[in-house]
Nanobody
Framework: QVQLVESGGGLVQVGGSLRLSCTVS????????MGWFRQTPGKEREFVAA????????SYADSVKGRFTISRDNAKNTVYLEMNSLKRNDTAVYYC??????????????WGQGTQVTVSS
């Protein structure tokens, strides 16, 4: 059974940084393409960033371009989201997602439980 476990969330001040991690277990084959999403109460889950299996191809939401960086270490079955210059509206529950597609996914079959990121002024 595939499990995605996020870690690294917490409380940070405006302008600060956090690094989220997502570790995948329970599968020999994939998931391959990975993504990060976030959700705030009363709003739909929104796309943040995605990365293909090779790590070469990435995609970002306009709201985080230049501030967030997604990366992966396939030897550790872990995907990272480095978040810099955090803003109050980055506050959300961040979810890791996995896809059986090797490129930048459009759909995701696997989801983590989420980790809270709170940015305070």
């Amino acid at each position: 059974q595939v499990q995605l476990v996020e870690s690294g969330g917490g409380l940070v001040q405006v302008g600060g940084s956090l690094r989220l991690s997502c570790t995948v277990s329970g599968s020999t084959y994939g998931p391959y393409g990975m993504g990060w999403f976030r959700q705030t109460p009363g709003k739909e889950r929104e796309f943040v960033a995605a990365i293909g299996w090779s790590g070469i191809f990435t995609s970002y939401a306009d709201s985080v371009k230049g501030r967030f960086t997604i990366s992966r270490d396939n030897a550790k079955n872990t995907v990272y989201l480095e978040m810099n210059s955090l803003k109050r509206n980055d506050t959300a529950v961040y979810y890791c997602a996995g896809s059986r597609y090797e490129g930048i996914p459009h759909d995701y079959e696997y989801w983590g439980q989420g980790t809270q990121v709170t940015v305070s002024s």
